[in-house]
């Protein structure tokens, strides 16, 4: 069975950092897309960033491209780099997983950037 759990959301700075983990079981991450997505308060659920099977990259939605940065272990964790962080990043973050033919989710974990 996929599993999905979130950690590391927290109340920062405008310009502070923040590292998020994504702790998953039943798959191994290097095999997968593995993605953050975000959803703020009356908004959509918005794309964030992904990394692909073995060696083929990442890519990253334009709003967050050059500030934050998504990487994973070897085996079951994916982590999710956030630099100089807006009040508009504020939301809860989730991580996500396609596969055999279904979404998989975390519960979240908040970020809130607030002066």
């Known amino acids: 069975q996929v599993q999905l759990v979130e950690s590391g959301g927290g109340l920062v700075h405008p310009g502070d950092s923040l590292r998020l983990s994504c702790a998953t079981s039943g798959i191994i991450v290097v095999g997968q897309h593995m993605s953050w997505f975000r959803q703020a308060p009356g908004k959509e659920r918005e794309f964030v960033a992904v990394i692909r099977p073995g060696g083929s990259g990442t890519s990253y939605a334009d709003a967050v491209r050059g500030r934050f940065t998504i990487s994973r272990d070897s085996t079951k964790n994916v982590y999710l780099q956030m630099n100089s962080l807006k009040p508009e990043d504020t939301a809860i973050y989730y991580c996500?997983?396609?596969?055999?033919?279904?979404?998989?989710w975390g519960q979240g974990t908040q970020v809130t950037v607030s002066s």
């Open positions: 996500n997983v396609f596969y055999r033919g279904r979404d998989y």
